[in-house]
């Protein structure tokens, strides 16, 4: 279990998975988003969809795990505001790595499409189902663009406690004991 001095090696496995996963998917959609329809556009959506739902995966254990071990204690007290605002924004961030593949999800199946994970299909192609491809869109478009902000604070707050605040959170997060 996780303690204040030291985070378990799954926690922090489970972190910085989802995190490097999380930023690389929401660049490559960025990426996906401008380039024109082509037949390697839509090789390059597949290997986008595959990823999301393998993020789902983890990111469903994620939470289970988090639920289970609780959240880690802070190491220096804050102001009841950043307090505030850091819950939130992990709350955003841990519902985002659920909710981002889901709205994906929603986009394939209502758009008409399979959903397959590198080439073994996991949900068959349906026929279009028109509100689910709009939620889905909608979500997902919407979705990105908060998790590109709760990132931005989160990685914000991080670098203010280890250079300002002269916290150790950092150190507990690259898995090291800190007293």
């Known amino acids: 279990?996780?303690?204040r001095a030291q985070l378990t090696k799954t926690t922090v496995f489970l972190?910085?998975?989802i995190a490097l996963a999380i930023i690389g998917s929401l660049g490559f959609g960025l990426y996906l988003e401008d380039l024109p329809g082509s037949p390697?556009?839509?090789?390059?959506?597949?290997?986008?969809?595959?990823i999301g739902v393998l993020i789902l995966v983890v990111a469903l254990y994620r939470i289970y795990w988090r639920i289970?071990?609780?959240?880690?204690q802070r190491l220096t007290p804050v102001a009841d505001w950043q307090e505030?605002?850091?819950?939130?924004?992990h709350l955003i961030l841990l519902a985002g790595t659920v909710l981002m593949p889901i709205s994906g999800i929603f986009m394939s199946v209502g758009?008409?499409?399979s959903v397959?994970?590198?080439?073994?299909?996991?949900?068959?192609?349906q026929g279009e189902i028109e509100w689910m491809g709009d939620l889905g869109h909608l979500l997902h478009g919407l979705g990105g663009k908060i998790m590109i902000a709760a990132i931005l604070?989160?990685?914000?707050?991080?670098?203010?406690?280890?250079?300002?605040?002269?916290?150790?959170?950092?150190q507990r997060m690259l898995g090291r004991k800190v007293s």
């Open 15 to 17: 972190h910085w998975i």
């Open 40 to 50: 390697d556009k839509g090789a390059l959506i597949g290997i986008h969809k595959s």
């Open 68 to 72: 289970r071990n609780g959240f880690p």
């Open 84 to 89: 505030k605002a850091a819950t939130l924004v």
């Open 1 to 3: 279990m996780d303690s």
């Open 111 to 113: 758009g008409g499409h």
């Open 153 to 170: 604070l989160h990685v914000a707050a991080a670098v203010k406690l280890w250079l300002f605040t002269k916290d150790s959170t950092m």
């Open 116 to 125: 397959a994970v590198f080439g073994l299909e996991v949900i068959p192609a």
